[in-house]
């Protein structure tokens, strides 16, 4: 399996990116999906995750501004961000998990106040 982020960048409080990371090497449809993210100094935290049901689960601080999505059809799962905050800054990474867990090699996401 490889998965490939893209979709960082710069953006000011207030904004909105959409990140997304293509999926291949596997069967798309069977595998739970998530976004992590690392900030400078900070371990690696949980952002979203996203079964291979649709059912979503949101770290509490960005619950209501983050929205994880999956298109089969594209083999793509996205995570949407709006209202963004500047403690969102960090490398954010996919994941896909079956039997094992695969990474993607993260994207950086900036938020300036």
């Known amino acids: 399996v490889q998965l490939q982020a893209s979709g960082g960048g710069s953006v000011q409080a207030g904004g909105s990116l959409r990140l997304s990371c293509a999926f291949s090497?596997?069967?798309?449809?069977?595998?739970?999906l998530g976004w992590f993210r690392q900030a400078p100094g900070k371990q690696r935290e949980l952002v979203a995750t996203?079964?291979?049901?649709?059912?979503?689960n949101y770290a509490d601080s960005v619950k209501g501004r983050f929205t994880i999505s999956r298109d089969s059809a594209k083999n793509t799962v996205y995570l949407q961000m709006n209202s963004l905050k500047p403690e969102d800054t960090a490398v954010y990474y996919c994941n896909a998990r079956l039997l094992r867990l695969y990474w993607g090699q993260g994207t950086l996401v900036t938020v300036s106040s």
């Open positions: 090497g596997g069967a798309f449809s069977s595998y739970a």
């Open positions: 996203i079964t291979n049901g649709g059912s979503t």
